[in-house]
């Protein structure tokens, strides 16, 4: 019954009497000489590729980070009064940062340690602005936990989830992690005030 | 398989619906006419329980979702009220959080069963394919539930989970932002997970039904292994004994279930997940749910992140592909002798995978979890396919109905009873 339709249908919109089937719609003769059924077939497939894509994308990209989010992208943090030795974790955007203020020691074992023995090398001085205050994200760069701090043979961090363990430089050490602990982007207002984002 | 019904409805009215919508009919042939193989075991009751365990958990569900909020600030609070305040919420949230253990448990036996009896092998690759689709759906919905009462626990892992597509080169960054709605886990993450919590289980539903009409077309497997050859002699009707024999395996099943939902219902949950979640520190010993743990172990097991998210999807990915693995024209482990073996170290190896995820990280941990991995993955990739080319097995029964005369020295009943 269909093919009987789409024969009469030929020898109406097609006087050259040609039965093609869908699939050959784009064959060397129909390409030579389109006709008007052509054109409506690719155009009209065009148009539903194009409009698929258009509801796609809003539904695809609703999920992204919104504006309200985006807008929360600086904070300014008081570290007076964290003492030599202590880590402070503030929140910036949902998630946690260190603030570390190191001890003499533990500058001089960040210092002091070869790039030959790290995984993803970095010097110490590469990683901070002024040697006794340490800042880092607080995300382990493995799987996304939040490191404790004082923790591990170089009393760094420990990933409490698959035991990564970062130095005091939060430099990667041992473990599946693969990178060092990201240093965010800061700058020192005063002595006393620093400023995350 | 189906077709065996000669449905008429009795009453006029029924003749009347029937020649508009036979949907009758389709029951009939399905649950009622439908032949079984008479010789399949207990093992084959599962399919009914899981479909129980489903409808018990949308249920469930449904109903906590009356009383549940999903934000951040709430959530937490909502679950607490939904034990203490709402009207048998105690009973209703255990029933939903067993429930999905239970639902697991069922599904591995379920699992285990068609592999022991080849139930994966032509004409069935379809129906397992289907199965996997199923066991995964499963998974996600289960991980997604169990970041709902936004517990500590929950967030850790909401947070691992999410951070696995961290791994992807390049564009795994943004994949991560995208999936949280943010820069970590938080309020959108939440309610994203909400909705899909909701959505997947009717997915699961839409999935069990092809899972069915995939497995009424080829009939049923049995622990023989031979195929239906005759519908009289091999054959009995789904109603009533197949329906009896299923329904009396729930109520024993259903008897562990209460036992775990009024007596241990907190026994498979974590205690670190009654503390509200705080996305500046981690629980000191981060574990997934027990049906997720043999996964959790082979991502440990391996040092390198990318290779570690590449085998814990590869090690799930895999099973979908057993039906080609496995060269063996012989489906139940019954009659190959070798393969029974492989069979019962696999199993270890899950087990053991398992028992190693809840445990935390050491050394001797480490390595044990990396020898049942590569025996994990030595099954599927080595062991099928080459058991196929050199094993030996046993003589096969002619027909189902043989092997059932053979073992009961006489002719049996229920076929005749037809």
């Known amino acids: 019954m269909a093919a009987h339709r789409r024969g009469r249908a030929n020898s109406i919109f097609r006087p050259t009497g040609r039965r093609g089937r869908l699939g050959e719609h784009l064959s060397s003769a129909a390409v030579e000489n389109p006709n008007r059924r052509d054109f409506l077939f690719i155009a009209t497939g065009a148009v539903g590729a194009v409009g698929v894509g258009a509801v796609a994308w809003p539904l695809i990209d609703q999920m992204n980070p919104d504006a309200s989010t985006l807008a929360l992208a600086s904070i300014e943090v008081d570290i007076g009064a964290i003492a030599e030795g202590q880590i402070v974790t503030v929140k910036w955007r949902g998630g946690p940062v260190f603030i570390r203020h190191r001890t003499k020691k533990e500058i001089d074992d960040a210092v002091n340690t070869p790039l030959s023995e790290l995984k993803d090398p970095q010097t110490d001085q590469q990683r901070v602005k002024r040697p006794e205050w340490l800042i880092v994200v607080g995300i382990c760069t493995h799987l996304g936990c939040v490191p404790l701090g004082h923790e591990g043979p170089y009393g760094g961090w420990k990933c409490p989830c698959h035991g990564s363990i970062y130095d005091t430089s939060g430099r990667i050490r041992q473990g599946p992690a693969p990178l060092n602990l990201a240093v965010p982007e800061y700058a020192f207002l005063s002595d006393a005030k620093v400023k995350i984002g | ?418």
């Open chain 2, 1 to 418: 398989m189906s077709g065996n019904s000669n449905y008429v409805p009795k009453s006029a009215f029924g003749r009347w619906f029937e020649s508009r919508l036979p949907i009758m009919g389709l029951a009939h042939s399905s649950f009622v006419a439908y032949p079984v193989p008479r010789n399949i075991n207990y093992l084959w009751a599962f399919g009914a329980i899981l479909a129980f365990m489903l409808a018990a958990q949308i249920v469930t569900g449904v109903v906590l979702a009356m009383h549940y909020v999903p934000s951040a600030t709430l959530a937490f609070a909502s679950i607490e009220r939904i034990m203490r305040d709402v009207n048998y919420g105690w009973l209703i949230r255990y029933l939903h959080t067993n429930g999905a253990s239970m639902f697991f448990l069922a599904v591995y036996i379920h699992i285990f069963r068609g592999l022991y009896y080849g139930s994966y092998k032509a004409p069935r690759e379809v129906l397992w394919v289907l199965g996997v689709i199923i066991y995964l759906l499963m998974m996600a919905t289960a991980f997604m539930g169990y970041v709902l009462p936004w517990g500590s626990m929950s967030f850790a892992g909401a947070t691992v989970i999410t951070s696995l597509f961290t791994a992807i080169p390049l564009v795994g960054g943004g994949v991560a932002h995208w999936l949280w709605g943010g820069y970590a886990v938080g309020d959108p993450t939440l309610n994203r997970f909400f909705s899909l919590h909701y959505l997947l289980p009717f997915m699961i539903v839409g999935v069990v039904l092809l899972h069915i009409w995939a497995l009424h077309v080829a009939g049923q497997n049995n622990p023989e292994g031979v195929e239906v050859k005759n519908v009289e002699r091999d054959t009995v009707a789904f109603t009533p004994y197949a329906t009896i024999k299923d329904l009396f395996a729930l109520s024993l099943f259903l008897i562990l279930y209460a036992w775990f939902v009024f007596y241990i219902p907190n026994y498979l949950l974590d205690a670190d997940n009654s503390v509200v979640a705080n996305p500046l520190s981690t629980p000191a010993h981060i574990v997934p749910e027990w049906y997720l743990l043999p996964f959790y172990a082979i991502l440990r097991a391996i040092p390198d992140k990318l290779a570690g998210v590449v085998a814990l999807f590869a090690a799930i990915a895999l099973l979908a592909f057993v039906p080609w693995l496995d060269t063996s024209p012989v489906k139940s482990a019954k009659y190959r002798p070798l393969f029974r073996i492989f069979f019962w170290a696999f199993v270890v190896c899950c087990v053991g995978l398992g028992y190693l995820g809840s445990q935390e990280v050491s050394d001797a941990t480490t390595w044990a979890a990396r020898v049942l991995a590569f025996g994990y993955f030595a099954f599927l990739i080595v062991v099928l396919p080459l058991l196929g080319l050199i094993e030996k097995t046993k003589p096969m029964p002619a027909s189902i109905a043989d092997a059932v005369l053979a073992k009961k020295g006489g002719p049996s009943a229920p076929s005749a009873a037809r």
